[in-house]
C-alpha cells in the first residue's frame, strides 16, 4: 500500500512496515504493531489538516513514543481517510479513543491538586495564563 503525495511517500509494505518518506528531507520505519493511535486532525484555518501516528515502544530497557505528524492539504483529506482505515482494519490498529479531557474543555488545574509542581503561581504565570485562556476561547478554529 503506497500514497505518493508532492514532497510525500507512506508505504506499508507485505511485512507491515510503515515508512515515511521525505524526498529532501528524510525518512522514519517503523513496524504497523507499534503503532498505537492514529488519527486525522480537523482542517485548521490554513485549509491543512494533520495526520498523527503515535508509534510506541515500550518494551526495552528504553521505551520511547515517537510521533509523526503529516501535514494533509484539505484535496487529500479523502485518500487519507481511506489509507488510514485500511491501516486500521488490516492491522488492528484500535479505533482513535475519544479523550473525555478534550470534550471537557479548557479548564486550571486546582492548586491543591498534585499535578502542581509548585504553588502559587507567580504574578507572570497568572498573565500567561489569563492570556492564553482568553486566546483559546476566541478561537474559532
Known amino acids: 500500500m503506497k500514497l505518493d503525495w508532492p514532497e510525500f511517500e507512506l508505504e506499508c509494505d507485505h511485512a507491515g512496515y510503515l515508512t515515511f518518506r521525505w524526498p529532501r528531507y528524510g525518512l522514519v520505519k517503523s513496524h504497523v504493531r507499534h503503532c498505537s493511535r492514529l488519527r486525522l486532525l480537523p482542517q485548521g484555518a490554513d485549509g491543512l489538516s494533520q495526520w498523527v501516528f503515535h508509534l510506541r515502544y515500550p518494551a526495552g530497557p528504553t521505551p520511547g ?3 509523526v505528524r503529516v501535514d494533509v492539504p ?3 483529506q479523502g485518500e487519507a ?3 488510514g482505515d485500511l491501516l486500521r482494519r488490516r492491522f488492528e490498529i484500535p479505533e482513535d479513543p475519544q ?3 478534550e470534550e471537557s474543555g479548557w479548564r486550571r488545574v486546582p ?3 498534585r499535578e502542581w509542581v509548585t504553588a502559587p503561581a507567580s504574578e507572570a504565570s497568572e498573565e500567561l495564563f489569563a492570556a492564553v485562556t482568553a486566546r ?3 478561537d474559532t478554529g
Do not use: F, I, K, S
Open 74 to 76: 484539505a484535496d487529500r
Open 81 to 83: 481517510m481511506q489509507y
Open 111 to 113: 492548586l491543591d491538586e
Open 99 to 101: 479523550d473525555d479531557a
Open 65 to 67: 513514543l515517537l510521533v
Open 136 to 138: 483559546v476561547d476566541g
